[in-house]
């Protein structure tokens, strides 16, 4: 964090004038920004809403000076970078930060909306998390209602993925593992060459985006139903937050709370249309029928849980009461 300090002249009886450049009076703050996504994609884009709210509710008060996406830092080194202070402020997503904190990548199992996790313990449990293991604020869940789905180059005919080699982030490891694929972690700005070289058979990947890096170009099929839920959120240094006063910690809020609650029904319609263009651009769903999509659905959930449970034995179950409608 950077301070332009004013230098004001003080005039007091007792030692005539001085300069004074100290915290919480006539200053600016200019917070470090990375987003784990690349600039101007849409899983910055949010983000990006929110930094040009900030600076222009925060002049004179609070600025963020986004340094940019993975062109600036890795995807995975993201949550260590803000933990450590070399960034104030990130985007990203629970799992580019499970090697920080590993109960983040369950945001993706939540079956409640945030206004109700906010409610309900479910945000606090997570926020107490982020605090002691990635020493940060989390403010506000830019992504939400935006399923994941398995993108394929090979048709399939059952949920049996023997045999076939998926590209994969933390989300989807044990689900994907669980139906039997060989499983390659990279993150999204290698998915495109490792589709072009043939290295992978398919990717996971939310609803929404695959237009953005140019894959649809390398897909021919979507998998139908999609599973989870994406996340992908703003957290804050939380050094960096204990200095602020609390006007510059209102302009933060007060854009990170409308930023969460438009991100929902955003999200919906943002699904619709990427499900539409994907359609037109040839890409073919194979869609399992109701009791073969239920099965697939359960059985996401199930590894999903038992993953993080594994992770956090801690954490996972308290995380589920919270995060889960079904058990
Ligand atoms: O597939 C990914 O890279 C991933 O984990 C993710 C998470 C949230 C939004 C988009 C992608």
Redesign the pocket.
Known sequence: MSRKCALGLVATTLVGSLFVCSSGWAQEVTLRAVSAFAEKTT?SRGFEKFIEQVNADGKGVIQINYIGGPKAMPPFEVGNALKTGVIDIANT?G?FTTNVMPESDAWKLTERPMSELRKNGGYDYMAMIYAQKMNAIFLARL?DNNPFHLYLNKPISTSDLTGLKIRI?P?YRDFFQALGATVVQTP?GEVYTSLERGVVDGY???IT?IFDLGWHEKTKYRVDPGFYT???SVLVNKTAWDKLNDKQRAVLRNAADRAEAEAAAEFVAENAKDTKRQADAGIQTIAFDAAAAAAYRAKAYQAGWEGIIKQSPEHGPKIRDFFATTK
């Open positions: 899983y997503t799992a992504v982030t989300v999204p996971g990947w939310p985006g994406a996340e992908v």
